[in-house]
């Protein structure tokens, strides 16, 4: 089951596995956000490219510096980020 909740904090620095996407090709990439936009997570692979996510992705975080994993849908976090941040 998917959860789906709006993170109030920073994403960048999180680590992110893709679990569905329009973009099959992007299906189980794993990486770590470096960036985001009100649509767009910019994530770093392990081949050390940089790849852009649309935020409608189905995606497994891992927040950095804490125990807590989620999968949620991207909507839930779409927007500008410092609005999110906000709360």
């Known amino acids: 089951m998917i959860k789906i909740t709006v993170h109030p904090h920073e994403l ?3 680590q992110l596995e893709i ?3 329009t973009s099959k090709n992007l299906v ?3 990486g770590k956000i470096i ?3 009100r649509s767009l997570l910019y994530v770093k ?3 050390g490219k940089e790849v852009k ?4 992705a189905i995606i497994r975080l891992k927040v950095q510096n804490q125990n ?3 999968e949620l849908m ?4 779409f927007g500008r980020p410092w609005d999110r941040i906000k709360g």
């Open 12 to 14: 960048i620095g999180s």
């Open 19 to 21: 679990l569905d996407s």
């Open 28 to 30: 189980g990439l794993e």
């Open 35 to 37: 960036d985001e936009s």
């Open 45 to 47: 692979i392990q081949e």
């Open 53 to 56: 996510i649309l935020k409608t």
């Open 68 to 70: 807590y994993e989620n």
């Open 74 to 77: 991207g909507k839930a976090i």
